[in-house]
């Protein structure tokens, strides 16, 4: 009895593997939004990690995040890394190619809680409006993360996040947007003219053209 429960076991285990082998070996999660915003002012947000926190859809996943920003200032070569709790983990990021106002791409590491190796990149393309901006996320499936895709959505999941970074990106870039149009309105300021002294016309000005009094001998 015991021989055969273990023989179905064993058989259950294996139609388990084999469909888990047989799940999808490519990740891709994709999630576009239009922004009003010149794709400038939106790449600037994108291509410097310092900005990150204004609008990333996991900065106030932990307010205790431990996060560190090195190499580049911004565009090819910056990094930034995180530690925090169960639900931001720790990994890091590097700005592998970027292209002004056009694409980002970066490649993203996680270390815990699972480990993995993703390239994200973020596309702009100008609209009469603004910005159309894609935010997509490549990469490959180990075993485990084919296990864990059969009780996972993970497209939803991360596509969720995706479009609540884009929704914070929309913000913050449309409000940057906004105040260089009203500072590019603000009139020039004009130099003020030198005070007279006394009531008398300043040497160089009115009073010293034709028609002045001689000078006294």
């Not at 058989?11 to 469909?19: R, S, T």
């Not at 931001?88 to 993203?108: C, F, P, Y």
Request: aromatic share 6%; proline share 6%.
């Amino acid at each position: 009895m015991l021989k055969r429960v273990a023989v179905i076991a064993a058989g259950l285990i294996f139609v388990l593997a084999v469909v888990i082998a047989t799940r999808p070996a490519h990740l891709h999660v994709e999630r576009s939004m239009a922004i009003s915003a010149p794709p400038a002012v939106v790449f600037s947000l994108i291509n410097d990690f310092h900005a990150w926190p204004s609008w990333s859809p996991w900065e106030k996943l932990d307010p205790d995040m431990k996060r560190e920003i090195s190499g580049s200032p911004q565009g090819k070569g910056a990094r930034y890394s995180w530690s925090g709790n169960d639900q931001v983990g720790v990994g890091s990021m590097e700005i592998t190619d970027s292209s002004a106002a056009e694409q980002v791409k970066i490649r993203l590491e996680f270390k815990k809680p699972w480990e993995a190796t993703n390239a994200t990149t973020f596309t702009l393309v100008p609209t009469t409006q603004g910005t159309r901006v894609t935010w997509a996320m490549d990469g490959e499936n180990n075993f485990g993360a084919k296990a864990m895709s059969m009780f996972m959505n993970m497209d939803e999941m991360i596509g969720k996040d995706f479009e609540t970074g884009l929704t914070n990106l929309g913000a913050v870039a449309e409000a940057t947007a906004e105040q260089q149009r009203a500072a590019a309105l603000q009139p020039a300021a004009v130099p003020n003219a030198p005070a007279a002294v006394g009531g008398a016309p300043v040497a160089g000005t009115a009073g010293a053209g034709a028609g002045s009094a001689p000078a006294a001998q």
